[in-house]
């Protein structure tokens, strides 16, 4: 079945990071795209297109949220702490499960300190 959403050709032009009155992170993205849908100005058959992308933080740090974050800064340090003959087994095991010895560790940890 052919496609018959109307095309529009998006060609990203520039990218800026920055933040708003606030201080929270705002990227603006410049784009051309086709003449009658851009709000700046026209080059050549194509138009600018100026838009604001902030991003949302949604922190709540409710009880449970900053309980994980304490299990997980509680596994990171286990690991850190641990010497590189410590580290190899779980690396080796790792390994045939394709992941990383960090990855395995801190996922264990986790289940079994709940």
Not at 83 to 92: N, T
């Amino acid at each position: 079945m052919p496609n018959t959403a109307p095309q529009i050709g998006l060609e990203i032009r520039g990218k800026l990071g920055t933040t708003d009155t606030e201080g929270n992170p705002t990227t603006i993205v410049i784009q051309r795209v086709r003449i009658g849908l851009g709000n700046g100005r026209v080059e050549g058959n194509r138009q600018l297109q100026v838009r604001r992308q902030s991003a949302t933080i949604q922190d709540a740090m409710s009880h449970a949220q900053v309980a994980r974050r304490s299990r997980f800064q509680d596994a990171v340090s286990a690991w850190q702490g641990m010497s590189a003959e410590e580290r190899a087994p779980w690396i080796r095991r790792a390994k045939r499960a394709s992941r990383t010895g960090y990855n395995l560790f801190i996922s264990e940890w986790l289940k079994s300190h709940p």
